[in-house]
């Protein structure tokens, strides 16, 4: 005779045999607990502990903020397409999730580096395929990878570090020369010395970095910690889609390149729509558009790049304005308990400055803790935090200090 915790447990297995199995998903996950209605009785996703979990990663990334960092990158991306990517232990497979992260690295990767160029190399078979050449077309390496989706036979590390060499080998001297590979595999299949690799890729200062799907393998994390690049495994989806985004900033600059050197940039004109010209990128006459090189004339099809003629570095003046921000980054808000905000003004403030949303206060209906811009003394909350931070790169209260000080007094 069954208990009536065991027919509890009967009936919760049946109930669950019953879903499909979208419903199984959104039941394990309980998505729907993060929902907090406000006053004007919309919806919102509320997860107080991973916004402060991101608050906190931003905190300690923000105390190197000093450091010196190369908004000039040339990386390659090395996604491993071998039988071990066809693994299910990743919904739908490694291989579906690892795309999908792919995709959102490279355009996360040129709207944090508008300055910079990425190439895609592909591992299977034992042997190692450039699929996409460096540029800075982030729709270029997304079509490329989507239709090359297929795994098959053994990953080679040697072989992809070789490949990624030769190409980064040829990039001037004042760019920082990276990998990064999305390794699936237990193993690797490399015809030759693969510590002789290791050593080249040290010498060429290029900077590898792995993030694995499966567990710790001990070659990889030899590469990174010889060439000064970062290891780590991912345990779920969301860790790493998460562990792949941060790379997307410039990582700080290895010791024996951190030499300043001055680069000549070009800025060119957009060509009239009608004109016909032999296009240096792609070797064929094309009409309308590109830009002309302002020290050769040669027409290129996009920006950034380098011209095929002088060398010149080609870039527009938004490519240049973009990349400040990792130079002059937003100070990280201070975090303020009820303690503190009874103690003085702060509790006056129960608005946040950029989206007008009720601020927690001691007594009020919103419970947590409000954010301080430590410059300006504005509160924010942490969607407002999120969004300056790795969004805007601007503090809405210092530039409206900025700008109201800028004008002109009109009483005199």
Known sequence: MLSVEDDGDVEAEEAGRDMEAYERAYADDRSWEDLQEDESGRLRVVDVAQQQRQHRKRVAAMAGAHIQRGIIRYLYLLVDLSRAAGEMDFRPSRMGVVANCVEAFVREFFDQNPLSHLGIITLHNGVAQCLTDLSGSPETHIRALRANLECAGDASIQNAIDLARGLLCQIPTYAHRETLLIFSALSTCDPGDILEAVRRCKDANIRCSVVGLAAEIYICKLLCEQ???????????????????????????????????????????????????????????????????????ARVCELPTECHICGLMLVSSPHLARSYHHLFPVPHFEELEGTAMANGRESEFKLCYGCQQKLPFPGGEVSGVRLVCPRCRQHFCYDCDLYIHESLHNCPGCESISSTSSLPDLQN
Do not use: W
């Open 227 to 297: 060439t000064g690049g970062n290891y780590s495994v991912a345990t779920s989806e969301t860790h790493l889609k998460d562990l792949i985004m941060e790379h997307a900033p410039p990582p700080p600059v290895l010791a024996e390149s951190a030499v300043a050197s001055l680069v000549r940039m070009g800025f060119p004109q957009r060509g009239a729509e009608d004109a016909v010209a032999l296009c240096v990128c792609h070797g064929e006459v094309k009409m309308g558009g590109g830009y002309i090189c302002p020290c050769c004339k």
